[in-house]
């Protein structure tokens, strides 16, 4: 099941890419460039802003999309994001946002800054909102995806399904967040009234979020029958979350989810209010529709299963270099940088940059410091792993638990450079998931091994 929704999910993705009869439309940078090209554009157009330019909107609350758009920087190449703002003052009845879809709409934000402060003051209400109409009628958003992107600044629910208006009336079909930062703001994804059909959120960082991480409801409060949405949430880290409103960091709620969630490859530290779950997937069918695994908890609130399948949760300190500053890079040697699905670093991979490949236990390298992955794996009782050493020097091999602690050590004192290779027995030990060390002079890399009895 796992593998099919990642296939689904990755076929859905790719094929956002295929347009055809594609219009480029170059925007140029001002006030009220981008409103403009938006509403002189056709369905299919491309708008492209350049990197570094300021896209400033003080005549009009928001922006408001029918159609299928794509708003995009003119050179991803370039460091330098182009930048959106909305400088108009609320008069108390409107309020400032950037766009507002209603039905016909899918709308891509690629790599572009949206910042929503108002003289250094967050202040703007939502990046993009949904519209049922005035009266609601039924309405169908297409795709919905923001890629590559810096938001900040936004007081409440960054992409927000929150009006009670939509229910029984708008579904979105696809969402997709991918390498993004959500810095200070309300819930990036909430989707408590509005349907939706596929959630994909993947490689992003959220950090200081008012309220939940992520709310999606089932047909129990969108009450469309065919909203039972399929969600993915993948090399993912959240920090901070809930500092006014404390919630859940990701919960679904509301009604029967048929389909199945992934939480997988994340990293969740800080939330705020202790009593809430952390993870809340609830109202699934038998309460078992979800998995969740290799993931890492560190000062959260009560963790609540249910039924899911839950694998491969480690509850250590992150260590990030300097979390307060948004620095969440993993430290060499963290057990968190071998410790996802493929063997390489959980969280945002941004943040992986002190992650060195595991050399393959059979294609050591003779020049460099390389760990193997023990062999057999699983194993039971008994295991090997291999490991090589660029210079001599003082060496050891530790083996800690799940949880981080320790549990033994295998090798302790000088071995000359060159192929090592050491046994681990686990008799006395209970079936699990294993990280094992290895530190030589100032280099540490480690690897997780899987005890099944």
């Not at 410790?339 to 390298?365: E, H, M, Q």
């Amino acid at each position: 099941m796992k593998k099919a929704l990642y296939t689904i999910s990755l076929i859905l993705f790719l094929l956002s890419f295929v347009t055809s009869a594609q219009n480029y439309i170059d925007v140029s940078p001002g006030d009220g460039t981008l409103k403009a090209a938006i509403e002189t554009a056709v369905d299919g157009d491309i708008l492209r802003l350049i990197p570094g330019s300021e896209y400033v909107e003080s005549q009009s609350y928001t922006i408001s999309i029918n159609k299928n758009l794509i708003i995009q920087t003119d050179d991803p190449t370039n460091p330098a994001k182009p930048i959106v703002r909305e400088t108009k003052v609320t008069d108390g009845t409107s309020n400032p946002n950037f766009f507002l879809l209603s039905d016909g709409a899918s709308l891509t934000l690629n790599g572009i800054e949206f910042d929503g402060q108002q003289s250094g003051i967050a202040a703007v209400i939502h990046l993009m909102q949904f519209s049922a109409g005035t009266p609601p009628t039924a309405a169908k958003i297409g795709t919905v995806k923001v890629l590559n992107c810096y938001i900040h600044d936004i007081t409440k629910n960054v992409i927000d399904g929150g009006s009670s208006d939509l229910a029984l009336k708008v579904i979105v079909d696809s969402t997709f967040v991918d390498n993004c930062v959500f810095q200070n703001t309300g819930t990036p994804l909430y989707y408590k009234y509005n349907g939706s059909n596929f959630v994909l959120i993947t490689n992003s960082t959220f950090n200081v979020i008012f309220s939940y991480g992520v709310r999606i409801s089932g047909p129990g409060n969108s009450q469309l029958p065919d909203n039972t949405p399929t969600v993915i949430i993948d090399h993912t880290t959240w920090y901070n979350i809930g500092t006014t409103d404390g919630r859940e960091i990701l919960l679904s709620d509301y009604g029967l989810h048929l389909n199945r969630w992934t939480v997988t490859n994340s990293i969740f530290q800080k939330q705020v209010l202790k009593t809430k779950t952390v993870i809340n997937i609830k109202e699934t069918l038998n309460d078992n529709m979800a998995t969740i695994t290799n993931i890492c908890l560190w000062d959260v609130g009560a963790r609540v299963w249910r039924l899911h399948t839950v694998r491969d949760t480690l509850a250590i300190d992150p260590q990030f270099a300097n979390a307060e500053q948004g620095d969440f890079t993993l430290p060499v040697g963290s057990p968190l940088l071998t410790f996802g699905t493929d063997g390489k670093p959980i969280g945002d991979p941004r943040w992986g940059k002190n992650y060195i490949d595991a050399v393959d236990d059979n294609n050591l390298s003779l020049t460099d410091f390389s760990l193997g992955q023990n062999y057999p794996n699983p194993f039971n009782p008994e295991t090997k792993i291999k490991f090589n050493l660029k210079e001599a020097g003082n060496t050891q091999i530790e083996i800690y638990n799940i949880l981080g602690q320790y549990v033994a050590s295998l090798v302790n004192g000088y071995l000359a450079k060159g192929e090592h290779s050491v046994s681990f027995n686990a008799g006395k030990l209970n079936s699990g998931v294993y990280i094992y060390r290895l530190k030589s002079g100032n280099k540490v890399l480690s690897n997780k091994m899987i005890l099944s009895k």
